[in-house]
Nanobody, 122 residues
């Protein structure tokens, strides 16, 4: 299974972008899907995640609360990140991730997308 992230781009401060992350095939046993980001010289950090085993309960990093919204299309198993009021410090490569345990065989999986670049100008 692969994750394909898209939606990044160049935007001015205060603008908005919507990221999407699609799975290449149907998979069961996903426990959490989330978005991470990594700016040059920094470590990768969690932006937001949803816990599927808790009814898509969201969790946000403090620095995006009130500005970003994570959601999921359950039918297509596609993850979204609506980013509003973007700031220059939001500039980073954004990655989507999912992990869980496959049903039946009970094997752990942890899958990363390729990243999509978000650039916010001041």
């Amino acid at each position: 299974v692969q994750l394909q992230a898209s939606g990044g781009g160049f935007v001015q401060a205060g603008g908005s972008l919507r990221l999407s992350c699609a799975t290449s095939e149907s998979i069961t046993g996903i426990q959490v899907m989330g978005w991470y980001r990594q700016a040059p010289g920094n470590q990768r950090e969690l932006v937001a995640e949803v816990t599927l085993t808790s009814g898509d309960s969201p969790n946000y990093a403090e620095f995006v609360k009130g500005r970003f919204t994570i959601s999921r299309d359950k039918a297509k198993n596609t993850l979204f990140l609506q980013m509003n009021s973007l700031k220059p410090e939001d500039t980073a490569l954004y990655y989507c991730n999912m992990y869980g345990i496959t049903e039946g065989v009970r094997k752990f999986f942890d899958v990363w997308g390729q990243g999509t670049l978000v650039t916010v100008s001041s």
